[in-house]
């Protein structure tokens, strides 16, 4: 195995852990940071509708960005799979899969999944957690509209009433637009297993094309006239054609 391989499957695993870091301390600070900004404003006196949606405008730049980093690792992950940790041997005999492996694990009893995301912290299994908080946040807000509109119904509506209730609509439907713009970030909710399949399928389709590029060779110094044979063999699940020259001795 080339040095350079080795060298390359060190340096992407060492981003990997680097982005799934960023990835978790930037969930933790988005969750804490929502949770203390609703908790402040339930404990202030006199808090106005529209500043229930602050913790609305926390999360969504920050699934932004988680979005961005679990991509990132669903990219690198299935590269690994793809193209390296099928060739790299150590002098032991012994072929790190910990991708491979790792992306074809199944975890069906919840206590063993606990217990695995406990000891390893490598991979969220399940992703969403920025959007159920944002439909939470989005029903405390619609409660607070609720209590602010209903009373400007139950008598005759003017100017300024109806100026209000044309503003507070207009913030409402940007809030759902929010939520909306959450939701559809789809590697930000995507099972991390899901983002993996994707990009190793691409990986494989890439590495497909390149093998169907023709190769011209030239034999030199042969005795007679070279014998070339070839076969379709099984590789770690893909397939390879071995092509084989006889020149004589």
């Known amino acids: 195995m080339d040095e350079w391989k080795r060298e390359e499957y060190v340096t992407l695993r060492l981003e990997i852990a680097d982005k799934i870091k960023l990835q978790n301390d930037l969930l933790m600070f988005a969750v804490t940071t929502s949770i203390g900004v609703l908790a402040f404003l339930a404990g202030s006196d006199g808090t106005s509708w529209w500043e229930y949606l602050l913790p609305l405008f926390v999360?969504?730049?920050?699934?932004?960005?988680?979005?961005?980093?679990?991509?990132?690792?669903?990219?690198?992950?299935?590269?690994?799979?793809?193209?390296?940790?099928?060739?790299?041997?150590?002098?032991?005999?012994?072929?790190?899969?910990?991708?491979?492996?790792?992306?074809?694990?199944?975890?069906?009893?919840?206590?063993?999944?606990?217990?695995?995301?406990?000891?390893?912290?490598?991979?969220?299994?399940?992703?969403?957690?920025?959007?159920?908080?944002?439909?939470?946040y989005l029903a405390i807000y619609l409660y607070h509209v609720y209590r602010e509109v209903s009373p400007l119904f139950q008598g005759p509506i003017g100017t300024d009433e109806a100026l209000r209730i044309a503003v507070i609509a207009i913030a409402t439907l940007f809030a759902f637009l929010v939520v909306a713009g959450i939701a559809m970030v789809r590697p930000a909710k995507m099972p991390m297993k899901k983002i993996r399949e994707k990009y190793k399928t691409a990986w494989n389709q890439m590495r497909n094309e390149g093998l169907k590029a023709s190769v011209e060779f030239e034999v030199v110094g042969a005795k007679r006239e070279p014998k070339i044979t070839s076969e379709v063999v099984d590789k770690g699940g893909r397939k390879v054609t071995r092509v084989r020259v006889d020149c004589g001795k």
């Open 59 to 136: 999360l969504y730049p920050f699934a932004r960005i988680i979005s961005y980093y679990r991509d990132t690792v669903g990219k690198l992950s299935s590269y690994i799979a793809t193209f390296i940790e099928e060739e790299i041997v150590s002098g032991e005999g012994y072929r790190p899969q910990w991708e491979t492996l790792n992306s074809r694990l199944q975890l069906d009893r919840p206590t063993i999944s606990e217990e695995f995301g406990t000891r390893n912290r490598y991979y969220i299994r399940k992703g969403g957690e920025l959007l159920m908080m944002s439909v939470v």
